[in-house]
């Protein structure tokens, strides 16, 4: 194994994009050693802040390392061509699941490097799944899904690693402006606008999940036919099915086709982006349903949009443009049954180099009543929808309950 | 309406735990005025990072402030005598949800004071309820569960705001070694360090959220029987159902029991806590479930803590004791049917002055079969279990699949 030179106490150097993980370099971001460190921010996403708590505590050494004997990926994903195309990945390291290999002889030297993506086997277990099976839509097979209705998947957690020049590029601005926004916006330390010389950027904010269903190499191979969903997290309807949006509805029928297209020969991916309320919180959602259920009229389609807006300033803070990242990681160039009607989110994967065949609609029937409202407003916004809808009823006369 | 004495250009001061709330003073997390501002931080717990992002590329005005006309709460919370002793909740702001009305006067004047509470109505409609239904466990009322198995729910959304002496006094620490630890460790802004005069940090983790089964103003009654479950989030299980753990089955067995404890005339509470993965997030936690699996011997429950503090350092980072301040929010001071086998959850929310009538575990017949390693390693630990534990298996040969 090769060794870039380096000064004796210096960071070692970071060159995002590079194919060789060497040259490249292993994102640092241990706090307890300022001269290792090559990178702003944190491990961990918001989770840093309970590490600190557990040093100032007592509980957790502030050198402890992770020993990463035995953590190694259960599957390889890539390398890619997309890891290398410059800007293509921006908000994630591609390597971040092979550090203890990529990297070991500098863990050996003591470097405390740790992954930022994890991969690992999984049974997943869910009553709709369960559902299907009794009523006949789908069948067992024992390998994809078993007899008792719990199907084999691959997962991944990812934590955010950004590339802030690139991060910028993405949104059209200057690296300059990015640092100071969050800085001044956020909170965030200082350092970003002062340490011009770190580029990358671990934010302190959570990441993604990937469950694969079926042989995860066969995500790259744009002739296996891919069914996938990219989904926002939404607890009130994924965990605990709150009937007025159709997150957890549309998230299942997804998991659905993707047993049902990898029992065909194909391959399903399920991506969870952990962005609560279009990222603009829980409290901001609420305050919002609030909003629309006390305005003059009800709760009408036609309204729907505005009263996030009068509430928080805007419709949407998810930035879909950073999301086909982790579709590149995975290798993918074409998507053949994409679950999402949301255009942005279409036209991000699409403007990102992704062929996408087919765009498929959650089934009218999966719809509650009380979602109608959400789905009517987000169709006459341009959500895609293959249906005529010259005889839908006007927005205005499509009405959720009152508070009451 | 009073007016606190203060400076032209000076902030509002803050005066933790005051009953009146305009001698408390309201939060203002404002980043568009340093003059207004009297906390550190950022409003929205991670979110801010987005918010950030949504300003930099020019989506958001930094100077926009919500309209809080129509957000106001759908049920009153308190005030309760608890939300005024000393030390008694540390890590949310107990005016939360009501500052529109409390501030009116304030926010009149042009003080961008954001509520970090939102309390709504929800209809949840989940499968296990309407399974419950389908086999006769559970008798629709029409009033707390509908016909379809839609149940009727009050629920607040809680972003964490902390008072940094109150925090640091309950790890037993002094609050300069809070406030450094979190810039070293966790590289939040040196502004912590050096602004001694501001005690109130918004920190940059997400919250939580309470599901309020009946009357949410008997949750202070002591006489009406209270069932409860304090949850932390695994999306893994909570969302996707994978069968390692008892996260999903758990939850879902309390909420059937906070219908059925509805229905028999008491009421019914879960907080939902965003802690991923014991604190450590989904990253570490799939490291761990590697480490377990590939382990000499298999993953046995002899060695189920053993795996996650190889790679973490800690077995756990949830920190407990700051968990029962919500309970307090909420007036409680006894717990009839606790929902949990945690001691820790007990022992803190018991030390916090609320009694705990009975501790009830998850039935036998709702843990997976591969989740049995987890259950028989936590109850050799310490987890609360009424059963004559002296038959069980030894630990060693409670063992879970391997990678496959």
């Known amino acids: 194994m090769t060794q870039l030179p ?13 194919p060789d993980p060497l040259v490249r370099g292993p994102v640092i971001g241990t706090r307890s050693n300022a001269q290792h ?3 702003l921010g944190a491990h961990s996403g918001p989770h840093a802040t309970y590490r600190a708590l557990a040093i100032a505590s007592g509980a957790l050494h502030p050198a402890q390392k992770p020993d990463l004997t035995l953590t190694k990926p259960t599957d390889i994903i890539g390398p890619y061509p997309q890891w290398f195309k410059p800007g293509r990945i921006v908000s994630l390291d591609p390597f971040g699941a092979v550090v203890a290999d990529a990297f070991r002889n500098y863990i050996a030297e003591g470097f405390d490097i740790r992954p930022t993506i994890a991969i690992t086997k999984a049974h997943i277990l869910v009553p709709e799944i369960v559902d299907a099976i009794n009523v006949g839509r789908l069948k067992p097979d024992g390998k994809i899904l078993k007899e008792k209705g719990d199907c084999v998947v691959t997962k991944a957690a990812i934590d955010q690693v950004w590339h802030l020049p690139g991060i910028a590029s993405r949104f059209g601005i200057t690296d300059e402006l990015l640092r100071h926004a969050l800085v001044e916006q956020a909170g965030m330390d200082r350092e970003l606008v002062e340490r011009k010389d770190l580029e990358v950027f671990l934010p302190p904010i959570p990441g993604s999940t990937v469950y694969i269903f079926g042989d995860p190499a066969k995500l790259a191979d744009p002739s296996t036919p891919l069914t996938a969903r990219v989904h926002d997290e939404c607890n009130g309807s994924d965990v605990f099915g709150s009937d007025i949006c159709v997150c957890r509805p549309y998230l299942m029928h997804a998991i659905e086709e993707c ?10 991916v399920i991506v969870y982006f ?8 829980e409290v901001t959602k609420f305050l919002a349903y609030n909003t629309r259920k006390r305005q003059e009229g009800g709760d009408t389609a ?4 505005a009263c996030t807006e009068n509430v928080a300033g805007v419709q949407d803070m998810r930035f879909q443009q950073l999301m086909p990242d982790v579709l590149h990681w995975l290798g993918v160039s074409r998507i053949h049954r994409l679950f999402s009607m949301n255009p942005e989110k279409y036209e991000a994967i699409v403007q990102s180099g992704i062929e996408v065949i087919e765009r498929i609609p959650i089934p009218p029937e999966l719809v509650p009543f009380e979602a109608q409202v959400e789905v009517a407003a987000k169709i006459a916004a341009g959500y895609y929808t293959p249906a005529d809808q010259s005889n839908v009823v006007p927005l205005s006369q499509t009405k959720g309950r009152d508070l009451g």
């Open 259 to 268: 047993i049902r297209g990898t029992q065909a020969g194909g391959v399903g």
């Open 37 to 39: 460190r090559n990178v």
């Open 274 to 281: 952990r962005k609560e309320g279009r990222a603009l919180g």
């Open 302 to 305: 036609d309204r729907y949009f």
């Open 6 to 18: 380096r000064t004796e106490t210096g960071p070692l150097s970071l060159n995002w994009g590079a």
